[in-house]
Antibody, heavy 121, light 109 residues
Framework: EVQLVQSGAEVKKPGESLKISCKGS????????IGWVRQMPGKGLEWMGI????????RYSPSFQGQVTISADKSISTAYLQWSSLKASDTAMYYC??????????????WGKGTTVTVSS | QSVLTQPPSASGTPGQRVTISCSGS????????VNWYQQLPGTAPKLLIY???QRPSGVPDRFSGSKSGTSASLAISGLQSEDEADYYC??????????FGTGTKVTVL
C-alpha cells in the first residue's frame, strides 16, 4: 500500500526554526515527485512547492520562495519542509502529497494525513 | 494566491445533480489538464478527478469532470449525504507552479 506518513503536531514560538517530515512507503520514493500544501485555519488549499527526490529538483510557488525550504533524504525515503524563523502566520495544517513519476505538472494522488503547526508566543 | 475561481458554495437535495465551475486563464487551465480534489470535514484532500475527466480507481461514476477553454467543471449526479465536502479544482500554471481553486463547499439539503 502506498503511504505517506507525516510527523506529529508542533507547537512553536515566533522566531524558532522547524523541520517537518513526510515518509513514503510502498513505492519507489526516488521516482515520484512529492509536493507540499498549506491549509490555514478555515481556509483553502495553497500549493507551496514540489521536489523530485531522485535528484532533488525543487520548484517553489512564488508565494513561498525564500520563505520555506523543501528537501528530501532518499536514503530514508523522507521529504522535509522547513522554516528558519517561524511567524504566527505560519500557523496551519501542512500536507505532503505524491505526484507523478514523469512530470511535476501532474496530479497528486496520495496524501499524507497532515501536520498541524501552531506558532504562538 | 488562488488564480482559479470557484463558487463558494453549492447545494442540492439527495439524488439531485450539482455542478461546480472552475474558471482560470490561458496559463493554467487553457494549457494544462485539470484535477479535482474532495476534502471531507477534518480529513486530508483526496484525488477525485485527474486529467480533466479521469476517475481514479474507487471513485464512483457519479463524479465527472469536463474542461472547455479556460474553464472546467465538476458534476456530481445522484447527490448523496456523504458527498458533503469541500471541492477544489487544480491545475499547473506555467508561471506559478501548481494552483488550486478557491474551493466550493457542497451542502446536501
Amino acid at each position: 500500500e502506498v503511504q505517506l506518513v507525516q510527523s506529529g503536531a508542533e507547537v512553536k514560538k515566533p522566531g524558532e526554526s522547524l523541520k517537518i517530515s513526510c515518509k513514503g512507503s510502498g513505492y519507489s520514493f526516488t521516482s515520484y515527485w512529492i509536493g507540499w500544501v498549506r491549509q490555514m485555519p478555515g481556509k483553502g488549499l495553497e500549493w507551496m512547492g514540489i521536489i523530485y527526490p531522485g535528484d532533488s529538483d525543487t520548484r517553489y510557488s512564488p508565494s513561498f520562495q525564500g520563505q520555506v525550504t523543501i528537501s528530501a533524504d532518499k536514503s530514508i525515503s523522507t521529504a522535509y519542509l522547513q522554516w528558519s524563523s517561524l511567524k504566527a502566520s505560519d500557523t496551519a495544517m501542512y500536507y505532503c502529497a505524491r505526484g507523478s513519476s514523469t512530470s511535476p505538472r501532474s496530479e497528486v494522488d496520495v496524501w499524507g494525513k497532515g501536520t498541524t503547526v501552531t506558532v504562538s508566543s | 494566491q488562488s488564480v482559479l475561481t470557484q463558487p463558494p458554495s453549492a447545494s442540492g437535495t439527495p439524488g439531485q445533480r450539482v455542478t461546480i465551475s472552475c474558471s482560470g486563464s490561458s496559463s493554467n487551465i487553457g494549457s494544462n489538464t485539470v484535477n479535482w480534489y474532495q476534502q471531507l470535514p477534518g480529513t486530508a484532500p483526496k484525488l477525485l478527478i485527474y486529467s480533466n475527466n479521469q476517475r481514479p480507481s474507487g471513485v464512483p461514476d457519479r463524479f465527472s469532470g469536463s474542461k472547455s477553454g479556460t474553464s472546467a467543471s465538476l458534476a456530481i449526479s445522484g447527490l448523496q449525504s456523504e458527498d458533503e465536502a469541500d471541492y477544489y479544482c487544480a491545475a499547473w500554471d506555467d508561471s506559478l507552479n501548481h494552483v488550486f481553486g478557491t474551493g466550493t463547499k457542497v451542502t446536501v439539503l
